[in-house]
């Protein structure tokens, strides 16, 4: 049975930084992409970044690129998201997701962890 379980969210001040993790289990985390996407209050769900079987990291923007770094430790099967410099409109509940290699969708989804941002 495939799990991702997000962890790592909070209420933080503008400029702070956090990380969330996303544990795995159920399938080869190796042969994978790791996502992460956010959603934040009355708004659609939206990419962030995403890590590929190769370790060739997207990001959305170039404001996402320049604060947040995604990585995986394939030891652990752990997907991480690094953020920095957190602004409010990053307000949001982040999700974790991966995708079989060659997928053209994300095929399963953490149930997410809620990020807050404010002064």
């Known amino acids: 049975q495939v799990r991702l379980v997000e962890s790592g969210g909070g209420s933080v001040q503008p400029g702070d930084s956090l990380t969330l993790t996303c544990m795995t289990t159920?399938?080869?985390?190796?042969?994978?992409?790791l996502g992460w996407f956010r959603q934040a209050p009355g708004k659609s769900r939206e990419f962030v970044g995403f890590?590929?079987?190769?370790?060739?990291?997207?990001y959305a923007t170039s404001d996402v690129s320049d604060r947040f770094i995604v990585a995986r430790d394939n030891a652990r099967s752990t997907v991480t998201l690094q953020m920095t410099n957190l602004k409010t409109e990053d307000t949001a509940t982040y999700y974790c997701?991966?995708?079989?290699?060659?997928?053209?969708?994300?095929?399963?989804w953490g149930q997410g962890t809620s990020v807050s941002v404010s002064s």
């Open positions: 890590i590929s079987r190769r370790n060739i990291t997207v």
């Open positions: 997701t991966a995708r079989d290699a060659g997928a053209s969708s994300w095929d399963h």
């Open positions: 159920g399938f080869t985390f190796s042969r994978y992409d």
